[in-house]
């Protein structure tokens, strides 16, 4: 199986605040992934990451084996080899691991001063791997606790709006589409009306349709149902759900265990910026082994 | 009553009738041309301000919007006037036009405002909703955040306007004559004043020209108002 998404070693800052120490994380396709942890955790940052709605600090991260983040000169020791520092280092005569180390704990590498040939790598790199984020973004679906869909635009304009701007598709290719997928959900009465006249569980099922209508390659949804009143979780849910039966690969941050339970293939436990346990549903739930994930199943199950 | 016999007067006189029709087109046509390059000028600093919140290349020109808006909002319209007529534009003939400029410059600095309060209010979710669909910003920027950010900005915008009409009646300041295209409603009402010898009939027809004026726009701003919110009443 191939990795979809490939997440290394990313670490997020924000202000001075360390909120992800270095994660890593594959994602391969069809897999469905739920990050759990408590409020705070860092879980909805890294959904955020993976399609740079935030920016890693550093870290890499690779979509279908392309880099979409920035490139983490750290993680590659070839270009650290390459850098000024690195040949001031061993020439005052540390030795090649005391070196590498030291640059990667001090983070002393600066791009203007570390000469012609660190540049050249890094540059080749950028274009031999790069791939736009705006292209990424348009395969990577993104559900948001508060579905965000677009105020001025009705229900259908709100469906076909990036995939006939971006050229995928024509009009009519997507009003089709965008009218089955309607059908499908039983919303298709609703699809001249504007968001607001909608309740939040209308609004969130046609969010998650509006990011199916670009065929993505991964779906990731940001807690989509902490925002809807409780009547209005399992209509979500239960599209959610179809949605993993059909094969589509899926990261999920959730405060719902047992759909989680139901439906991941992997769960992940994240606490403090660090993934602290991972594993199948029944590992995670029945067999905890990390006391902080123990000490959370007690509070939320 | 002197009062009603100075209305009749001004009324039946061609001359005088002349004069307030005239200040009265000329200060019409200011405003109007000011407002346009209000518009334009507001809309393009706005949009700077808000894409150098996020882009670095952007920083030189932010500053110097930052810089124009300070300045024009910061200092007398009165005396950006006279700097304009009788110091940048001190050009014969210029006039009419060095008074336009400046008060749509002017008027630019309050609007670019407005327009950069009404892009904030959108929820920042619709741009994040946008780009991660793949739109670039600027795409999301035109579908879908600017649109929502004119309903808001629309009463603001109004205001401004009303005001620049009003303003525009300080032109007489820097001599406007009769039959030149700066003699407005405002110095059309004092000359008429000086050659009946009396202020008050005048001003008052003045006043009621600038008040039907603003009235009316008023009454559109509304239903223009009224007809952008009509799909967003929440239940």
Same mark, same amino acid.
């Given at each position: 199986?191939?990795?979809i998404?490939?997440?290394e070693?990313v670490?997020?800052?924000?202000?001075?605040?360390e909120v992800l120490?270095?994660?890593?994380l594959?994602?391969?396709?069809g897999?469905?992934?739920?990050?759990?942890?408590?409020?705070?955790?860092?879980? =909805?940052?890294?959904?955020?990451?993976?399609?740079?709605?935030?920016?890693?600090?550093?870290g890499?991260?690779?979509f *279908?084996?392309?880099?979409?983040?920035l490139?983490?000169?750290?993680?590659?020791?070839?270009?650290?080899?390459? =850098?000024?520092?690195?040949?001031?280092?061993?020439?005052s005569?540390l030795?090649?691991?005391?070196?590498?180390?030291?640059?990667?704990?001090?983070?002393?590498?600066k791009?203007?001063?570390?000469?012609?040939?660190?540049?050249?790598?890094?540059n080749?790199?950028?274009?031999?791997?790069?791939?736009?984020?705006?292209?990424?973004?348009s395969?990577?679906?993104m559900?948001?606790q508060h579905?965000?869909?677009?105020?001025?635009?009705t229900?259908?304009?709100?469906?076909?709006?990036?995939?006939?701007?971006?050229?995928l598709?024509?009009?009519?290719?997507?009003?089709?589409k965008?009218?089955?997928?309607?059908?499908?959900?039983?919303?298709?009465?609703?699809?001249?009306?504007?968001?607001?006249?909608?309740?939040g569980?209308?609004?969130?099922?046609?969010a998650?349709?509006?990011?199916?209508?670009?065929?993505?390659?991964?779906?990731?949804?940001?807690?989509?149902?902490?925002?809807?009143?409780?009547?209005?979780?399992?209509?979500?849910? =239960?599209?959610?759900?179809?949605?993993?039966s059909?094969?589509l690969t899926?990261?999920?941050?959730?405060?719902?265990?047992?759909?989680?339970?139901?439906?991941?293939?992997?769960?992940?436990?994240?606490?403090?910026?660090?993934i602290?346990?991972?594993g199948?549903?029944?590992e995670?739930?029945d067999?905890?082994?990390?006391?902080?994930?123990k000490?959370?199943?007690?509070?939320?199950? | 009553?002197?009062f009603f *016999?100075?209305?009749?007067?001004?009324?039946t006189?061609?001359e005088?009738?002349?004069?307030?029709?005239?200040?009265?087109?000329?200060?019409?046509?200011?405003?109007?041309i000011?407002?346009?390059?209000g518009?334009?000028?507001?809309?393009?600093?706005?949009?700077?301000?808000?894409?150098a919140?996020?882009?670095?290349a952007?920083?030189?020109?932010?500053?110097?919007?930052?810089?124009?808006?300070?300045?024009?909002?910061?200092?007398?319209?009165?005396?950006?006037?006279f700097?304009?007529?009788?110091?940048?534009?001190?050009?014969p003939?210029?006039?009419?036009?060095?008074?336009?400029?400046?008060?749509?410059? *002017?008027?630019?600095?309050?609007?670019?405002?407005?327009?950069?309060?009404?892009?904030?209010?959108?929820?920042?979710?619709?741009?994040?909703?946008g780009?991660?669909?793949?739109?670039?910003?600027?795409?999301?920027?035109?579908?879908?955040?600017?649109?929502?950010?004119?309903?808001?900005?629309?009463?603001?915008?109004g205001?401004?306007?009303?005001?620049?009409?009003?303003?525009t009646?300080?032109? =007489?300041?820097?001599?406007?004559?009769?039959?030149?295209?700066?003699?407005?409603l405002?110095?059309?009402?004092?000359?008429i004043?000086?050659?009946?010898s009396?202020?008050?009939?005048?001003?008052?027809?003045?006043?009621?020209?600038?008040l039907?004026?603003?009235?009316?726009?008023?009454?559109?701003?509304?239903?223009?108002?009224?007809?952008?919110?009509k799909n967003?009443?929440?239940?």
């Amino acid at each position: 199986m191939t990795n979809i998404v490939e997440i290394e070693n990313v670490h997020k800052y924000f202000k001075n605040v360390e909120v992800l120490k270095g994660v890593s994380l594959s994602i391969k396709k069809g897999e469905k992934i739920v990050l759990i942890g408590a409020s705070g955790s860092g879980k =909805s940052t890294l959904l955020r990451c993976i399609n740079r709605l935030e920016e890693p600090t550093y870290g890499e991260i690779y979509f *279908n084996d392309k880099l979409i983040s920035l490139v983490d000169p750290y993680e590659h020791i070839d270009f650290i080899q390459k =850098s000024n520092t690195y040949k001031k280092y061993i020439d005052s005569g540390l030795s090649y691991e005391d070196a590498i180390s030291k640059i990667k704990e001090e983070r002393s590498l600066k791009l203007i001063k570390e000469g012609k040939e660190y540049k050249q790598a890094i540059n080749k790199y950028i274009s031999d791997n790069y791939m736009d984020i705006t292209l990424a973004r348009s395969k990577i679906g993104m559900v948001f606790q508060h579905f965000n869909l677009f105020n001025n635009l009705t229900v259908i304009e709100n469906l076909i709006l990036a995939p006939v701007e971006l050229k995928l598709m024509t009009k009519e290719e997507a009003i089709n589409k965008a009218t089955s997928y309607l059908e499908r959900i039983g919303l298709i009465d609703k699809k001249d009306e504007y968001p607001s006249k909608l309740s939040g569980g209308q609004q969130q099922r046609i969010a998650i349709i509006r990011s199916l209508c670009m065929n993505p390659d991964v779906m990731l949804f940001d807690e989509p149902t902490s925002a809807l009143d409780p009547e209005m979780v399992g209509e979500v849910l =239960s599209l959610m759900e179809e949605l993993a039966s059909s094969g589509l690969t899926m990261v999920i941050v959730t405060h719902e265990m047992a759909f989680a339970r139901k439906i991941a293939s992997k769960v992940v436990f994240i606490d403090s910026g660090v993934i602290q346990e991972s594993g199948t549903p029944s590992e995670i739930f029945d067999s905890p082994k990390n006391p902080r994930l123990k000490d959370f199943l007690s509070k939320v199950i | 009553m002197s009062f009603f *016999n100075d209305l009749v007067k001004i009324a039946t006189t061609a001359e005088y009738r002349n004069y307030i029709l005239q200040g009265f087109l000329n200060t019409l046509a200011i405003t109007f041309i000011a407002v346009i390059i209000g518009l334009v000028l507001g809309f393009i600093v706005a949009i700077v301000k808000v894409f150098a919140r996020t882009n670095k290349a952007l920083a030189i020109p932010n500053a110097i919007c930052n810089f124009y808006t300070t300045v024009f909002r910061g200092t007398p319209v009165a005396l950006q006037l006279f700097i304009f007529v009788f110091a940048l534009f001190a050009i014969p003939g210029f006039k009419v036009y060095a008074v336009i400029l400046c008060f749509g410059i *002017n008027s630019g600095a309050y609007v670019s405002e407005n327009i950069r309060a009404g892009i904030m209010s959108v929820d920042s979710g619709q741009m994040e909703a946008g780009t991660s669909l793949g739109l670039s910003e600027i795409k999301t920027m035109r579908k879908v955040i600017i649109p929502q950010a004119i309903k808001n900005v629309i009463p603001a915008i109004g205001n401004e306007i009303i005001a620049l009409l009003k303003e525009t009646a300080i032109i =007489s300041m820097i001599g406007s004559t009769v039959g030149t295209l700066t003699f407005d409603l405002n110095q059309a009402s004092s000359t008429i004043s000086y050659a009946i010898s009396d202020f008050f009939a005048p001003s008052i027809i003045a006043a009621l020209f600038y008040l039907i004026v603003v009235y009316i726009f008023t009454l559109l701003i509304k239903l223009i108002e009224k007809r952008l919110h009509k799909n967003d009443k929440h239940s």
